[in-house]
């Protein structure tokens, strides 16, 4: 028998084991549920989300946890240390076999030869899937470095996991600002900043490097939001400052000097201003489109002059009327006045429905991902009313996004440490009622203790984007395509 036969056999062995392990005589009941992470207790799951994979912290010398589906099935796994990783197949099956019902955990541990039973907890197994995969831009937390970036691809119905696009292919330079057209992989852009900066399109199996950089727009464009149509593309030209501090609660402040919204055209290759009423007064970022392409909403702020306080700049929602077919924009109204309540609004994101809208409220500013206080409302667009959503906590959430069929909503939360940004989902009810959150599984339940880059702007698809680094160098190198300045 070979050295690599020799391993499966051993490990054959050691899953049949684990599986049929049982505890001897229950010598103590205990009262409570048993604290395990990540923490999976009493969420909703979709019925092919990967293994959720946790570790009990409780001490003892032997674990168990059996997992009965609600028809009767079940699957009961041995630890020595408490750390659970669930067969992929047999938990397709548990997920697939109890579809609409729940699946109830049962944590066991053995201290000095007594074996003591915990209290289950559950997960809601729902009929929503949820899209394919997930991407996500890595980066260390203090967002001034461009040494380690990568944009990555993640499939959310096992662990696997692709590089997209990694910044030593260009030269160390800043890749950002990743966007889909509504979760649809067929439009898929990127931004590089820096010797090979431009905006990347990738264009069928083409990857093209577009210069939206005219003499109408200096300040380039950022903030994509791709038109339904996927002819026209949404931008926030921005000049911005940084600044740094040395409070631990907040590193970097970004603020707006000016901005305003502009229309790429990539039928025609022209970029223009977004016609909005009293535009010059007033600084415009942060453009999303409703599901129908017929309205575009975006924050806004009072245009600070050459001596202004950051924390006293506030940005409201609002929204204007748009014509694909002439490309003219109408009337302009406010939505929400967060400015009244001494707040500011970021991030606004549509539901695929169109029925709600959910966006990031703060104290100030237009850029929250240090603003501890910053969290996620909704905003029901038939009467304008705005909750505030339970799924947030006492640290920063933001860059959220919805899956194509608006039952789940993914968002970067620091609750775990205060510093990294972790992708965590809640189900999204048909009446709009979000369920408990729970962070993105990962084979080792332990990969976040010691994992300590950030997950930026988390984003679904329904499939997968791929295109080769040397594609995307020899893009890089050639010479881009020029915007087309013009007038409305």
């Not at 076999?97 to 997960?123: C, H, I, K, M, P």
């Not at 380690?148 to 292919?169: D, G």
């Not at 990539?266 to 223009?272: S, V």
């Not at 309205?295 to 702020?301: E, G």
Request: proline letters at 5%; a neutral charge; hydrophobic letters at 35%.
């Amino acid at each position: 028998m070979t050295k690599k036969q020799l391993t499966y056999l051993i490990a054959a062995v050691f899953l049949v084991f684990s599986c049929q392990f049982k505890p001897g005589k229950i010598n103590q009941q205990v009262k409570r549920k048993p604290v395990i992470q990540p923490d999976y207790s009493e969420i909703t799951i979709p019925s092919n989300i990967a293994p959720l994979n946790f570790y009990v912290e409780e001490p003892g010398d032997r674990f168990l946890v059996k997992i009965t589906g609600q028809n009767g099935n079940a699957i009961s796994i041995f630890s020595k240390d408490g750390t659970f990783r669930f067969p992929g197949k047999k938990w397709k099956k548990l997920l697939e076999q109890n579809l609409n019902g729940r699946l109830n955990y049962t944590v066991f541990a053995e201290r000095e030869g007594e074996w003591l039973q915990f209290e289950s907890f559950s997960q809601m197994v729902v009929a929503d899937p949820v899209d394919q995969f997930l991407y996500y831009r890595l980066l260390h937390p203090g967002y001034e470095s461009w040494t380690e970036i990568s944009i990555m691809q993640r499939n959310l119905e096992n662990f696997k996991e692709h590089t997209l696009v990694e910044n030593n292919v260009l030269d160390q330079n800043c890749v950002n600002c990743h966007a889909f057209n509504h979760q649809n992989p067929e439009n898929f852009m990127l931004h590089v900043r820096g010797s090979y900066g431009g905006t990347y399109f990738l264009e069928g199996d083409n990857l093209v490097n577009v210069n939206l950089k005219t003499k109408g727009n200096e300040n380039g464009a950022t903030y994509p939001r791709w038109h339904p149509s996927g002819r026209f593309v949404a931008f926030s030209s921005n000049k911005v400052v940084q600044q740094f501090h040395s409070a631990a609660s907040k590193k970097i402040e970004v603020s707006d000097l000016n901005s305003k919204l502009v229309l790429y055209d990539r039928q025609l290759n022209e970029i223009m201003d977004i016609g909005v009423q009293n535009r010059g007064q007033f600084m415009d970022t942060y453009p999303e489109w409703s599901p129908d392409g017929q309205m575009l909403y975006f924050c806004r702020a009072e245009q600070i002059g050459t001596e202004y306080d950051y924390r006293d700049i506030q940005y409201d929602l609002y929204r204007v009327e748009f014509n694909p077919e002439t490309r003219k924009f109408g009337r302009t109204e406010s939505v929400y006045k967060a400015s009244d309540v001494g707040q500011s609004v970021s991030f606004p994101r549509i539901s695929p429905d169109g029925n709600s809208l959910v966006f990031t409220l703060h104290d100030y500013g237009c850029f929250p991902i240090w603003h501890k206080e910053a969290d996620l409302y909704s905003i029901n667009l038939t009467d304008f009313e705005v909750d505030k959503l339970p799924v947030n906590s006492e640290f920063t959430e933001s860059y959220h996004s919805w899956s194509s069929n608006g039952r789940w909503l993914l968002f970067s939360s620091k609750r775990g440490d205060g510093l990294s940004a972790r992708p965590y989902m809640a189900h999204v009810s048909a009446t709009g009622e979000a369920g408990k959150p729970f962070v993105l599984p990962q084979k080792d339940p332990r990969f976040y203790e010691g994992f300590v880059k950030t997950f930026n702007i988390p984003e679904f698809s329904t499939s997968a984007v791929s295109f080769s680094p040397g594609k995307l160098r020899k893009t890089a190198r050639s010479e881009p395509v020029q915007a087309k300045w013009t007038i409305q």
